[in-house]
């Protein structure tokens, strides 16, 4: 991997040292936060922590050229804060006036930059613990979203003109203004580029770089997003990136009279917190919060590929609001699931992220896992496979820092949800698989397994592997929750056209449905241009 400096004051050409972007210019922070490679946490986990510490205290150490050090970036102060929302407010007028070709056009060139950065940004997310199978999936995801299917379907929301006798009407969308964006501590790069679509639509951004983990997010916008922009000669500051303390930086933007919408991602708690504020001050609140996927398996499933699917629940260990987070499974049929679900979970390993081929990753205060896991065995459940803690070449031990893929079995869909690793997004690889009682008939199961997927609090996505007509006819015209329905397909796979986030309930709040950022921070306006039209004629009809 070759690794630039950005920073005059270091010449190491290993290291990455990232100030704010504020109106196109460098500005100074008031601290260093730093990136240390994912690696060394599980190499050398004192090492790492101790290495992170001292820079913090003193960012000329001699440490700073240790092997396991990254990157670094600035901290913006409160000042700083307040300059990057005024940048972007300055910047909206020209950029909203630009040509709708001309921000499509910011898409596409986005995507070949990102082509042609791949390797970069991959090893970027490797160091920041993404498994590099994982951070492939998550950057071709973003090509999909800018894929050319895609753009043109943008482009058709954004603006569509009819003729209608001698008027010329237009249904278009126009950009909210001030957009500003905080990604989620486990995916902030991958997540802060899909504000790049409210950029499309005609806003300006500023993107929070989580203060925890803030290379990859400052290296996108500041290698990959801004020279594109700096190509198309769009007015300085449309996309503005800093590095802060969540809270702080969150309190600032709700207060500030210039931010537009506010873009979330986080936990539920937080994002209703934010959604009230945003409505007291009247800012759109755009909320990308838990998702509690559900998975139903019909009696006459393709088992294997339906096993493959399910199996998508650990991928990150779990730690991706968008796999499935519970499974519904035909009595007749889920003993063989099971079985075959845990022969695939078996063949999903750990080890270092750079590797080949893993999806695990390591889990922090994992205690909450093992403690939800005894809660469902106390209610009646039963652990099928996993359960421990394993360390990174896979044997089991007491303090490994991964967990094994662990399914469990819920009997009969009555009381299911009052099991919280049912009824809540648990952010583990913790899949509970929900077995109906037997004896009902398929017609009166069916109605049962609709209902409860339907009473879920959460909707981002929901999946079905069936091959009858009459099925998925039902789940297609009956299941309402959710942003996302799939049918014997990939549950985590993204497509065109197809929204890529956001759904109902606890997933995305009061003004929840599937997120199209292109959509969600604009609004629409209808215009008629007519020549030579009677305005009496036209109101009155004579």
Avoid at 101 to 110: K, S, Y
Avoid at 203 to 222: D, E, K, Q
Avoid at 242 to 253: F, L, N, Q, T, Y
Avoid at 291 to 302: E, I
Wanted: charged share 20%.
């Amino acid at each position: 991997m070759s690794i630039r400096t950005t920073s005059p004051e270091h010449s190491d050409a290993r290291l990455r040292s990232y100030r704010s972007l504020i109106g196109d210019k460098d500005v100074d922070g008031v601290g260093w936060v730093y990136t240390v490679s994912s690696r060394a946490l599980l190499e050398d986990v004192f090492t790492s922590v101790s290495l992170k510490r001292r820079l913090e205290r003193d960012p000329d150490a001699d440490v700073m050229r240790h092997p396991y050090v990254v990157g670094r970036c600035a901290v913006a102060g409160p000042a700083d804060i307040d300059a990057a929302v005024e940048a972007a407010a300055t910047a909206a007028p020209a950029w909203a006036a630009t040509p709708l070709a001309r921000r499509l056009d910011f898409g596409r060139r986005f995507r070949e930059r990102l082509i042609a950065h791949w390797d970069e940004m991959l090893d970027l997310l490797v160091a920041e613990a993404h498994p590099r199978t994982v951070a492939g999936w998550e950057l071709s995801c973003l090509l999909q979203v800018l894929s050319e299917e895609n753009l043109a379907w943008y482009g058709h929301q954004l603006s569509t003109e009819f003729v209608h006798g001698q008027r010329r009407l237009t249904v278009r969308r126009l950009p909210d203004g001030v957009v500003v964006v905080n990604p989620p501590q486990n995916a902030p790069a991958p997540s802060a580029a899909l504000a790049l679509l409210s950029v499309i639509a005609g806003n300006t951004v500023v993107v929070r770089a989580p203060r925890s983990i803030a290379l990859s997010t400052m290296h996108l916008v500041r290698e990959l997003v801004a020279p594109v922009l700096q190509d198309l000669n769009a007015p300085p500051g449309t996309v503005n990136v800093i590095c802060g303390k969540p809270v702080e930086v969150m309190d600032r933007w709700l207060a500030h009279p210039l931010v537009d919408d506010v873009f979330y991602f986080g936990g539920t708690e937080e994002g209703m917190r934010v959604q009230r504020a945003c409505v007291e001050r009247g800012k759109k609140p755009v909320l990308e919060l838990a998702g509690n996927d559900g998975l139903v398996v019909w009696r006459d499933a393709d088992l294997a590929l339906a096993a493959e699917a399910i199996t998508e629940s650990f991928v990150g260990s779990g730690q991706i609001c968008m796999v499935p987070n519970y499974v519904v499974a035909h009595p007749a049929i889920a003993d063989e699931l099971m079985a075959l679900v845990c022969r695939e979970a078996a063949r999903i390993r750990p080890g270092f992220p750079q590797d080949e081929g893993v999806l695990l990753a390591p889990v922090r205060r994992s205690e909450r896992f093992f403690a939800l896991l005894a809660d469902a065995v106390e209610q009646g459940a039963t652990i099928v496979c996993g359960g421990r803690r394993i360390e990174v070449d896979g044997t089991p031990s007491d303090s490994g820092v991964f967990l094994e893929p662990t399914v469990v079995r819920v009997d009969g869909l009555a009381g299911a949800r009052q099991l919280d690793v049912v009824r809540h997004e648990t952010f583990f690889p913790l899949l509970p698989v929900i077995v109906p009682a037997a004896g009902d008939s398929d017609e009166d199961l069916l109605d049962l397994v609709l209902t409860f997927v339907n009473e879920n609090e959460y909707g981002l996505r929901n999946s079905l592997w069936s091959r009858s007509d009459e099925v998925i006819g039902a789940f297609v015209d009956r299941v309402h929750n959710g942003g996302l329905l799939k049918v014997n397909d990939s549950h985590i796979g993204f497509l065109p056209y197809l929204p890529t986030h956001g759904g109902t309930g606890l997933t995305s709040g009061a003004l929840g449905e599937a997120n199209y950022p292109v959509l969600s921070t604009t609004h629409v306006q209808g215009v008629s241009v007519s020549t030579g039209i009677s305005p009496r004629q036209a109101a009155f009809g004579h």
